[in-house]
């Protein structure tokens, strides 16, 4: 099985500099870093397996936008990590759900693992923190 690769969408580099950190630690593939809408395009052709996401970026509360399109388009497995986890209402769609931040380092691997085994269709389990978005949003995952 190929090491599943992962975006960082956030506009906070120390934030994202950490979270590269802890996913290259826990035996991820970061493939890049997004600090606003245009940069997330860019990487999104890349079709990255998971994808976290703050809400709030440099151009402004475009992160929901940003993770339907990474959901619906791309097939990427996308989990919000905002301050602002109320923006996302029940969910967005194509997503998969939300944690607040902050989130300790040991938490992004479980996250992310948890991801990886959703895109196969397990949603058992999930770790501690995480808000999963109802069926009707829900992220359709593929193996």
Known sequence: MQTPTVLI???????????????????????????????????????????LVDCNLRDGPTGPLIGRMLGQTYGTTVIFLTANPAMLDDGIDGTLGVVSKPCAYHSVGELVDFAVRARQGDLSQPPTGIKLFSASTAFHGSA
């Open 9 to 51: 969408v956030e506009d906070e580099m120390l934030v994202a500099i950490d979270l590269e950190a802890s996913l290259e630690e826990h035996g991820y593939r970061p493939v890049g870093i997004a600090a606003d809408m245009s940069r997330a395009m860019e990487l999104a052709s890349i079709r990255p397996d998971v994808a």
